[in-house]
């Protein structure tokens, strides 16, 4: 069979695609099926169904067959995702409280009527300034994680950066970085356009299946595992201590790094031991002020081995050669007055009344959820298929996110993420009340 015939094939099958002609959720014929209508040999239809496959447009599904997908639908990775102004947005985060844009104005008015304000005009150390990284220990003392050494803590333009500083600074393309099965997105891109390698850890309810963590670490060369111990995106779990020193103990048995994630950790207080407590020695220990604070500010922190510091701070000189120092400030200065105190005892206040109105709409469906969590998860019934979901809530002009964007590897499950966090109460009881009627709708078809 020709390049250009073995070609027509993928071609006629994307125009029919495109065109509607296959609609989402087809299932098109098993490969053996296809090669016998179209008189071609079994290896050239696999080859057809593979190549359609790497385009995005058909989802291949291990028992099941190969399903057409939804090609008007966002991109799967959710950092990607963009989000039209008239949508109701349940696929980001960002919490932000009433009175905030008023603080953000007293701060700028503290700023500039004190302070070394033409400091700001100049380079500042890469990893930040010393009395701010002191700050910025002594406010991890208060989550728990005690006795950090500021010189230990580098200054990041969010946890997103301080991420992407981890991964280009300590490993290298084509190193094994083990994650759990649903993971976050941001990572995940992180290590594709690094060419890091990633192998999924099965999971169970509570957190990695450790069985099958072992037996992974006998099989692969594994540099690094990359885990959210406390309160997981999306499942929502957090590891109990014991799972915490088994994750440790493999860890200094096969010599791997520990990256941990604690982005969402201040909604759960208080919270067991991090790794990065329990284990300097092994561990990166990445958060920021998004969720927190606010989505705007971008300024996080990487707390690193001392003796991995300096690799950190190489990263930040090359990509941004130091966090915006005006920033950085207001984030120390809300630090020091109580402010971020403040807003993460309201925010868990408020991730508390919205799952309550999780609860009170979701009455007829499952669903995985966290008490004090901006988030859900959905996992769908036999049948139906996410993207069918996912397009008919685009209808209604609902965002959400698919659990393919948080596949680690090439499987997922049939589910939904759903944010809580980015529309008002009366909005997001319209917006569960709609997702519960559509995918009841769609297990009645």
Not at 135 to 158: M, T
Not at 374 to 385: K, M, Q, S, T
Request: include cysteine; glycine fraction near 6%.
């Amino acid at each position: 069979m020709t390049q250009a015939r073995y070609k027509s094939y993928v071609d006629d099958l994307a125009n029919r695609i495109h065109s509607g002609e296959l609609a989402p959720g087809t299932r098109l014929p098993t490969h053996r099926a296809f090669a016998k209508q179209n008189g071609i040999s079994l290896v050239t239809a696999s080859r057809v169904y593979n190549e359609l496959i790497k385009q995005g447009l058909v989802s291949g599904e291990t028992g099941r067959g190969t399903f057409v997908r939804d090609v008007s639908l966002l991109p799967t990775s959710s950092i990607e995702h963009d989000v039209v102004p008239t949508m109701l947005d349940l696929n980001y985060i960002y919490p932000v409280e009433n009175e905030q844009t008023q603080r953000l104005r007293e701060a700028l008015r503290h700023l500039s009527s004190g302070g070394d304000l033409e400091g700001f005009l100049h380079y500042l150390p890469h990893v930040g300034r010393r009395h701010e990284r002191a700050i910025f220990a002594n406010y991890l003392a208060q989550r728990g994680i005690k006795q950090i050494d500021p010189d230990q803590i580098a200054i990041v333009g969010g946890a997103q950066h301080g991420l992407a500083t981890i991964v280009l600074g300590i490993f290298s393309p084509g190193d094994v970085i083990a994650v759990d099965a649903l993971t976050y997105p941001g990572f995940k891109a992180l290590a594709k356009i690094y060419h890091i390698e990633l192998v999924v850890v099965p999971v169970t309810a509570t957190g990695p299946d450790m069985v099958a963590f072992a037996r992974l670490c006998q099989q692969r060369n594994i540099r690094g595992y990359y885990a959210m111990p406390t309160l997981h995106n999306p499942l929502g779990w957090v590891i109990d201590l014991p799972t915490r020193h088994a994750i440790i103990q493999l860890a200094k048995q096969y010599g791997f790094w520990l990256i941990e994630d604690g982005s969402y950790a201040y909604l759960q207080h208080p919270a067991p031991p991090t790794f990065a407590q329990l284990a300097p020695d092994i561990t990166f220990y990445v958060t920021g002020f998004s969720k927190n604070v606010a989505t705007g500010l971008r300024v996080g922190m990487v707390v690193a081995p001392k003796q991995q510091i300096s690799e950190i701070e190489r990263i930040i000189r090359i990509t941004t050669w130091n966090t915006p120092a005006i920033t950085t400030a207001i984030v120390c200065h809300w630090i020091e007055s109580g402010e971020v105190a403040k807003l993460e005892r309201k925010k868990r206040r408020d991730t508390k009344a919205r799952q309550n109105i999780v609860r009170e709409v979701l009455n007829q469906i499952d669903y995985i959820a966290h008490q004090y969590s901006y988030f859900i998860w959905i996992p769908l019934p036999e049948g139906v298929r996410a993207e069918a979901l996912v397009s008919r809530l685009k209808q209604v002009n609902i965002a959400v996110s698919t659990a393919e964007s948080y596949a680690g590897g090439a499987s997922y499950p049939q589910a939904i993420r759903v944010a809580l966090s980015s529309i008002s109460y009366e909005q997001l009881r319209v917006a569960l009340a709609q997702i519960q009627a559509a995918v009841l709708y769609l297990i009645d078809l």
